[in-house]
């Protein structure tokens, strides 16, 4: 089979220079990503304990089989809407299996303005649900809401 030899000079400037910005930048991202991850408020996840209740990320891992992924979708939706005030559009969405079968699952973020949809929300979730039917893909949805903002 024929190789594929790399012209690459790993030692250039270029190369270093455009690994260290590469660098940096995933740094940036992983750093957006776990505040996104975090979901609201430490105000509003404090509440949502007192309550007794799981987290929207909480609810899905005990919902999907054990060491299973989780496909989630549009982490970054509303990043820069709505004051950042909307980590991920105030809903997660995403794709994994409960009982070996494949699943979309959408589930609303209740230390995200207790729930509540945003504009961006609304449609994060169609786009959800068209991911799901042009996947024949079942739905479930996981909703701890108060309605839409």
Do not use: W
């Not at 590469?22 to 105000?43: C, D, H, M």
């Not at 991920?88 to 209740?110: F, M």
């Not at 799901?132 to 949805?141: E, G, Q, V």
């Amino acid at each position: 089979m024929y190789r594929i030899e790399s012209k690459i000079d790993t030692s250039s400037r270029e190369f270093k220079d455009n690994k260290a910005y590469y660098q940096e930048q995933l740094s940036l991202f992983k750093q957006r990503l776990e505040v996104i991850k975090a979901g609201g408020t430490p105000k509003a996840l404090e509440k949502h304990k007192s309550r007794g209740k799981l987290t929207a990320r909480e609810r899905i891992e005990k919902l999907l089989d054990r060491n299973s992924p989780f496909l989630e979708f549009s982490q970054f939706a509303a990043y820069d809407l709505y004051d950042k005030k909307a980590s991920a559009a105030g809903v997660i969405t995403g794709i994994g299996t409960v009982h070996g079968q494949e699943v979309l699952v959408v589930a609303n973020d209740a230390t995200v303005k207790g729930g509540s949809y945003y504009p961006i929300s609304i449609k994060k979730h169609a786009r959800a649900q068209e991911i799901a039917l042009n996947n024949n893909l079942p739905c479930i949805y996981l909703v701890d809401s108060g309605g839409v903002f």
